[in-house]
């Protein structure tokens, strides 16, 4: 086991196999006053944290020898589920972000990173661990966030009370509302109120994982249990012991896997996919869905004793349209969240207050956000006001009946350009040999002068097939 640093200057752990990447990143850190611990695989990081000296997070590349980042989060989070760990990739792919934060990372940022982008993701993490909340308990901005949160609308001031009296007890919770409304963020407040804060509160999007992998993501596999499985996994149900599980979009979860569900929650334990060794787990559930599972239940859709079980309690979130009073003051929350208080002052309108409150919000406090975002970078009120009398929504706003804003053609960094180049290089280098092998890989790795499965790991990055 080893502790999470909380003096100052904070111990980062880097694990990044490209030597020139790596040190890319150590510059980074240690320019924004941290010390930097860094290892060329997972072996190393995983070695370096089972010393016992403090390390305040760590940063992994997702593809590395030996271990790769995922191997090596997993283990990380079998050792401790306070430390932040951010995962880093030249492949952002929706598929390996949901794999990484299924894992237990805390956040994921794509290659190559900028030293801004790097130390914003690190100093929001570090406010999120549990040390950092030890020692900032009650500061402003927290309770800046929960008014923001809550507002000021007499529904939300109900499931405010309520979100404080259901932390307490362990009981279940089924949260509803429609999509984007913030259950997930109701989901944490409750799990950050409750006495499990400490513990980990892990997420499952049922709507986002393909119905056969499923029941390998709740409750693990063994070794050779499916074609794949080369060794034994974790699954989100051991990952989230003695935290918090939230199942997010439990309605569209396959009724298949219902049934299978409904006994671990029954008993708190249950069996990995292909395994006969019965596995205990104490773990709190929040289920949220944006379905009428009621009506699911009678198209035969959703089980109905599953859903008794979720539904212990219920907590409804209400639509952004129906708390419009607090709509100008949680877009001026936005504003300074992803710039400053400086900007909201300017940028605020009445016409454009006007807009805000006549629009409909189909997408709720998401797609207010995705407004906020489009609003700092063109710093157009009136441009906003246009599309929202439109009726556009945000992340397809209209812009072709305003000017073209006039914007700077962003320069490509030149350790991107150097890294494309030098990937570009490998692969032409590769795939000749390759061709000239007609796809013999040892006969291509002995002509290369490097080790077979040296080569192996260089196409799996490199993403080369025949």
């Not at 308990?137 to 923001?148: F, K, V």
Request: hydrophobic share 40%; with cysteine.
């Amino acid at each position: 086991m080893y502790n999470v640093a909380a003096v100052e200057p904070a111990m980062v752990v880097l694990g990044e196999d490209e030597n020139e990447i790596r040190s890319y990143l150590e510059i980074g850190l240690r320019c924004q006053g941290y010390q930097v611990q860094s290892a060329c695989d997972g072996d190393g990081v995983l070695s370096y944290l089972r010393k016992g000296t403090p390390v305040s997070a760590v940063l992994l590349d997702v593809m590395m020898p030996t271990r790769d980042g995922f191997d090596t989060l997993r283990e990380i989070r079998r050792m401790s589920t306070d430390i932040p760990v951010i995962m880093l990739s030249g492949s952002a792919s929706p598929s390996k972000v949901i794999q990484a934060m299924q894992y237990g990372a805390t956040d994921f940022l794509a290659k190559p990173a900028s030293h801004e982008d790097l130390g914003r993701a690190l100093r929001k993490a570090l406010r999120g661990s549990s040390t950092h909340r030890l020692s900032q308990s009650g500061d402003a901005h927290e309770s800046q966030t929960e008014r923001m949160i809550y507002g000021s609308n007499p529904e939300m001031m109900r499931l405010r009370t309520m979100v404080q009296r259901v932390a307490q007890s362990d009981i279940p919770v089924l949260i509803q509302g429609e999509t984007g409304t913030g259950k997930e963020v109701i989901a944490r407040q409750i799990h950050a109120q409750s006495a499990r804060a400490d513990k980990p509160f892990v997420k499952l999007n049922c709507a986002a994982v393909p119905a056969d992998l499923m029941e390998s993501e709740l409750f693990g596999c063994e070794r050779g249990a499916y074609t794949g499985a080369f060794q034994k996994r974790a699954g989100i149900f051991e990952l989230a012991d003695g935290g918090t599980l939230m199942l997010d979009e439990i309605g569209d979860m396959d009724i298949r896997l219902q049934a299978k569900l409904l006994q671990a929650l029954q008993d708190h334990e249950y069996r990995r996919l292909g395994g006969k060794e019965t596995v205990r787990v104490d773990i709190r559930v929040i289920a949220a869905t944006h379905r009428d599972l009621e009506a699911a239940i009678a198209d035969g859709s959703f089980r109905a004793d599953l859903y008794y079980r979720l539904n212990v309690l219920s907590l409804h979130v209400p639509a952004l349209r129906h708390r419009r009073e607090d709509i100008p003051a949680m877009a001026a929350f936005l504003i300074q969240k992803h710039s400053s208080r400086e900007l909201a002052t300017s940028l605020f309108t009445p016409q454009l207050d006007a807009a805000l409150l006549a629009y409909p919000w189909p997408g709720n406090v998401r797609e207010l956000e995705n407004i906020v975002r489009k609003l700092i970078v063109l710093r157009d009120p009136d441009w906003i006001v246009a599309d929202l009398t439109r009726g556009t929504r945000p992340n397809c706003l209209n812009v072709s009946m305003a000017p073209e804003p006039k914007l700077a053609e962003p320069a490509v960094p030149m350790l991107e350009r150097a890294m494309r180049d030098k990937n570009q290089a490998e692969v032409e280098a590769i795939t000749a040999v390759l061709n000239s092998t007609h796809w013999n890989r040892k006969q291509a790795a002995a002509i290369l002068g490097i080790d077979y499965k040296a080569l192996l790991y260089k196409m799996r990055k490199l993403q080369i097939d025949q």
